[in-house]
């Protein structure tokens, strides 16, 4: 089966921190994702990738960037976060018939 | 994007089966419907897909109507652990940027 890791189930950061959101998977997929999931918004693409240094916006990518540099990783970045990034943040891979595997997701508090 | 409606909530008793419906009328040709569940504190889990035919795996059925503007996820005896959101999502899997929009999903209570 197709794992995807999140390097960490829970963060507490400081505002105006840089904060790295790491996400690992296993299965040589081409396409990765971010999200963010916030009670009665539910779940709202941010980036994603479909190949190593290619990333695309999704809709919500202000004051987030991404990094993609080998194809197992994809990396969320908060430049500097703020109190309204408090979330819980699901990465994503996916080959091209298959389903998404999502990892357990990393919830973020920003203080 | 092809959108789809699904109820906000459901309820069903333990050990019946439950039939989560889902319209997609504006779908096309080569959009797969696709389930997901989120289980309370994880990530959503996929479920089943399909593209006209019924469906059928370990988790569920995918009952998919004939015109495919609806489909029916059936669970076909429902346990407490299948309390959870499930998501009914249209993807094209051969679109290069092919990616899943989540909506409301359907919150579905499991009645012991």
């Known amino acids: 089966d197709v794992k995807v890791t999140q390097s960490s189930r829970y963060l507490v950061k400081r505002t105006g921190e840089k904060v790295f959101l790491e996400c690992v998977q296993d299965m040589d997929h081409e396409n990765m994702f971010w999200y963010r999931q916030d009670p009665g918004l539910g779940l709202r693409l941010i980036y994603f990738?479909?190949?190593?240094?290619?990333?695309e916006k999704g809709d919500i990518p202000e004051g987030y960037s991404v990094s993609r540099e080998k194809k197992e990783r994809f990396s969320l970045i908060l430049e500097s976060a703020s109190t309204n990034q408090t979330s819980m943040y699901l990465c994503?891979?996916?080959?091209?018939?298959?389903?998404?595997?999502f990892g357990s997701g990393t919830r973020l508090t920003v203080v | 994007d092809a959108k789809t409606t699904q109820p906000n909530s459901m309820e069903s008793n333990e050990e019946e089966p439950v039939h989560l419906p889902c319209n997609h009328s504006t779908i096309s040709g080569t959009d797969y419907i696709h389930w997901y569940r989120q289980l309370p504190s994880q990530g959503p889990e996929y479920v089943i897909h399909g593209l006209t035919s019924n469906v059928n795996n370990r988790m569920a059925s995918l009952a998919i109507a004939e015109d495919r503007k609806s489909s029916t996820l059936i669970l076909h005896r429902a346990t407490l652990r299948d309390a959870a959101v499930y998501y009914c999502i249209l993807r094209d899997p051969l679109n290069r940027d092919d990616k899943i929009i989540f909506g409301k999903g359907t919150r579905l209570h499991i009645l012991p």
């Open positions: 994503a891979s996916r080959g091209t018939f298959n389903g998404y595997t």
């Open positions: 990738s479909y190949d190593v240094k290619m990333k």
